[in-house]
């Protein structure tokens, strides 16, 4: 059985693999529709604010309309009493007692409502703080993306520019080496040229009977020859 449970935990597994490629690929387009959410959430929060501050301010006015019905009912029930109406100062009393009732409800109500404000600004505060924090990230990100993707086409043309540099020197290799080729060539037939025309000069120099300088094996012998034999003396050279 662990096996199967292992094999199902496989196959798990690799369906959650396009997924995860897909959000690793497309993080920057879900971090600003993050971004965008978050902004929409602080836009409805500072109407909620606003709701909740107006909403406060009513319930000011309403409590300040109350204390000022209360002191003006305590006064007439000080003059009711001072005019010895005992069943009408006690009907002001049982309404402002009413009205302290009410009063007390309201300044409790007003109190909830500005810890709330104070609460939901701080929050407003932090969220917006941290808002821009993120939009800063988001603008690096995009920078670091760029600069990615030029850095891969820099490669790119690099790798195509040495491509390009490789095969130019090769077709300058093969260029010079055509190039020596034919003088190598070239320079065998003019040294070919030349001792046909020497061969033709000597031919005609031995045909006309005239020495051209070179040395046969018939002058060297001769040479040895003269050497071995006693030199004449001549008329005037003395008997030894």
């Not at 929060?45 to 409590?63: G, I, P, Y």
């Not at 760029?146 to 850095?151: N, Y």
Request: net charge neutral; with cysteine; glycine share 2%.
């Amino acid at each position: 059985m662990s096996i199967w449970r292992k094999l199902e935990t496989l196959f798990r597994a690799s369906a959650h693999e396009p997924v995860a490629k897909l959000v690793e690929a497309n993080d920057i387009r879900i971090f600003e529709q993050e971004l965008r959410d978050a902004e929409h959430a602080i836009s409805r929060s500072k109407r909620e604010l606003a709701c909740l501050m107006a909403e406060k301010n009513r319930l000011k006015q309403d409590n300040e309309a109350l204390r000022s019905a209360i002191s003006k009912r305590e006064q007439q029930a000080s003059q009711a009493l001072e005019k010895h109406e005992e069943s009408l100062a006690l009907e002001l009393a049982n309404l402002i007692a009413e009205d302290e009732t009410l009063l007390q409800r309201q300044q409790q109500q007003y109190a909830r409502l500005q810890q709330q404000e104070t609460q939901l600004r701080r929050q407003l505060r932090d969220s917006s703080r941290a808002l821009k924090h993120f939009h800063s990230e988001m603008r690096l990100a995009k920078a670091n993306r760029h600069a990615e993707q030029v850095t891969r086409q820099l490669r790119g043309h690099a790798r195509g520019l040495h491509s390009h540099m490789e095969e130019l020197n090769i077709s300058a290799n093969r260029i010079r080496a055509r190039q020596n080729e034919a003088e190598e060539i070239d320079a065998a037939l003019t040294e070919l040229d030349q001792e046909q025309q020497n061969g033709d000069l000597d031919a005609r120099l031995k045909a006309a009977g005239i020495d051209n300088g070179t040395c046969d094996g018939e002058k060297v012998l001769a040479r040895i020859r003269a050497a071995r034999l006693p030199s004449i003396p001549t008329e005037n050279t003395p008997p030894q």
